[in-house]
């Protein structure tokens, strides 16, 4: 900034910069048109909870977007499988990216709107969302074995009130469906990609601290990709 003032901050965004925004939705396979807005990067395309939940596939799965599939066998009487689909993978987004997003993501479960999938016990990322008016409320989770998007909403549109967030109403049915559905699962960690890197870091000088400097208590883990 050249000038910065309690009233006003001036900044120069580049219009490339909101292009990126646009080129990451398709690399994810998310389908709506983007117009060249500033105000696409905070969520003012409306999408699909089942195209919000594939896309959300590329953070689970190493970078690698896996397309819905309504029909997994089909098998006779005699129970033999006669039809079977395969998983249709792309790639989406490097492997570091994918894990950098899983690792921001678990934070939301770990200390910020969906702690309540805590009582999982095992590593969950996901992201809770609600929209202007509390019109829409939403929740989509993940392990490296599943993803799993809930929604909750009028048919109609319309408010459903305060408490109509993806925290308060959406997140809760996760939580009862995967106390089932990951008994099937291990629980596994996200597997950290060659090229990630960690370390500790002090939240006040933002310098490399070691295993003991006097303020332990003030430091943060934090990684970095490697070029």
């Known amino acids: 900034f050249d000038e910065?003032?309690?009233?006003?901050?001036?900044a120069t965004i580049e219009p490339t910069r909101n292009q990126k925004v646009i080129e990451r939705a398709k690399d994810l396979e998310l389908e709506?048109?983007?117009?060249?807005?500033?105000?696409v990067s905070l969520g003012a395309v409306a999408v699909t909870p089942l195209n919000m939940t594939q896309a959300y596939t590329a953070f689970a799965n190493g970078g690698m977007?896996?397309?819905?599939?309504?029909?997994?066998?089909?098998?006779?009487?005699?129970?033999?499988?006669?039809?079977?689909?395969?998983?249709?993978?792309?790639?989406?987004?490097?492997?570091?990216?994918?894990?950098?997003?899983?690792?921001?993501?678990?934070?939301?479960v770990n200390a910020g709107t969906a702690t309540k999938a805590k009582v999982l016990g095992r590593p969950v990322a996901g992201k809770t969302?609600?929209?202007?008016?509390?019109?829409?409320?939403?929740?989509?989770?993940?392990t490296?074995?599943?993803?799993?998007?809930?929604?909750v909403g009028y048919d109609q549109p319309r408010t459903m009130g305060r408490s109509g967030t993806g925290g308060s109403m959406a997140l809760p049915i996760f939580v009862e469906y995967?106390?089932?559905?990951?008994?099937?699962y291990p629980p596994d960690d996200f597997e950290v990609p060659d090229g990630i890197s960690f370390a500790n870091v002090d939240?006040?000088?933002?310098?490399?601290?070691?295993?003991?400097?006097?303020?332990?208590?003030?430091?943060?883990?934090?990684w970095k990709v490697e070029r």
């Open 4 to 10: 910065l003032t309690a009233d006003l901050v001036e």
């Open 32 to 39: 709506p048109h983007f117009p060249e807005v500033l105000s």
């Open 65 to 108: 977007v896996s397309k819905a599939r309504f029909i997994l066998s089909v098998k006779n009487f005699w129970n033999e499988t006669i039809y079977e689909s395969q998983p249709d993978l792309r790639d989406a987004i490097s492997p570091q990216n994918a894990y950098v997003m899983s690792y921001l993501l678990k934070e939301v």
């Open 129 to 142: 969302g609600t929209s202007n008016d509390w019109k829409d409320a939403w929740f989509i989770g993940f």
């Open 144 to 151: 490296p074995h599943l993803v799993t998007g809930m929604y």
């Open 178 to 184: 995967a106390k089932s559905a990951f008994q099937a």
């Open 203 to 222: 939240q006040t000088s933002g310098h490399l601290v070691g295993e003991w400097n006097g303020r332990w208590f003030n430091s943060i883990r934090a």
